[in-house]
């Protein structure tokens, strides 16, 4: 069963506060992405993950860091969290980078 | 029409209508991925075009690609309640290190 997993599903935190968002893949997919998206704004790109530790920035990457160190776990950390960076967040994966991307039901952040 | 410097579109219409979104993109590619985002859910996709197909039907969708206007089109014949979603287009830029750039995307609602 494809399947992409994230976790948790609504996060709630407080400005300066860490954030890990988890995500998992059941496919043995070599890359993996993290999106952010906002209302009318799409999706957009934070960081790319070609395979285990093996990570390029998006179009987005300030204020994110990423760690992969198994090839089905792909982590978003954001350090001292901002109330800007509210949002959903959407891990997706796929076999290679140009193939189709299958995505997980998104995480849910509210940063107070 | 979608392209990653426009807001998201909106089109509102009638079950039972027939509707054409369309999608520009700047470069060459070699596929034209269409993905529909329901509300609450990751973005899923649903019909895709390569570079050599000029249309590509499936169900009561149809994807076409005119490579020469670097454009693409989703129709979907006989809307339903259901087909309300944001729909967007991914492309790619070709070569060995491109991955896929997704547009703005287009929101559908149809009434019953």
């Known amino acids: 069963d494809m399947k992409v997993t994230q976790m948790p599903r609504y996060l709630i935190k407080r400005m300066g506060e860490n954030v890990l968002l988890e995500c998992g893949q059941d496919m043995s997919h070599e890359t993996m992405y993290w999106y952010r998206q906002d209302p009318g704004l799409g999706l957009q790109l934070i960081y790319i993950?070609?395979?285990?530790?093996?990570?390029s920035e998006g179009d987005i990457p300030k204020g994110y860091r990423v760690s992969r160190k198994k090839r089905e776990h792909f982590s978003l950390i954001l350090d001292s969290a901002k109330t800007n960076q509210t949002s959903v967040y959407f891990c997706?994966?796929?076999?290679?980078?140009?193939?189709?991307?299958?995505f997980g039901p998104g995480t849910r952040l509210l940063v107070l | 029409s979608q392209w990653g410097e426009e807001n998201l579109q909106a089109l509102s219409i009638q079950e039972g209508e027939d509707v054409t979104m369309n999608c520009s993109y700047k470069?060459?590619?070699?596929?034209v991925q269409w993905y529909r985002q329901k509300s609450g859910k990751g973005p899923a996709l649903i019909i895709l075009i390569r570079s050599n197909e000029r249309e590509k039907r499936s169900g009561r969708l149809r994807a076409t690609l005119d490579t020469s206007s670097q454009s693409s089109s989703l129709s979907i014949t006989g809307t339903l309640a259901t087909d309300t979603a944001v729909y967007f287009c991914?492309?790619?830029?070709?070569?060995?290190?491109?991955?896929?750039?997704f547009g703005k995307g287009t929101k559908l609602s149809v009434k019953s």
């Open positions: 470069t060459y590619t070699t596929v």
């Open positions: 997706a994966s796929s076999l290679y980078r140009q193939d189709t991307q299958y």
């Open positions: 993950s070609y395979d285990v530790d093996s990570n």
């Open positions: 991914a492309t790619d830029e070709g070569g060995s290190n491109a991955k896929l750039t």
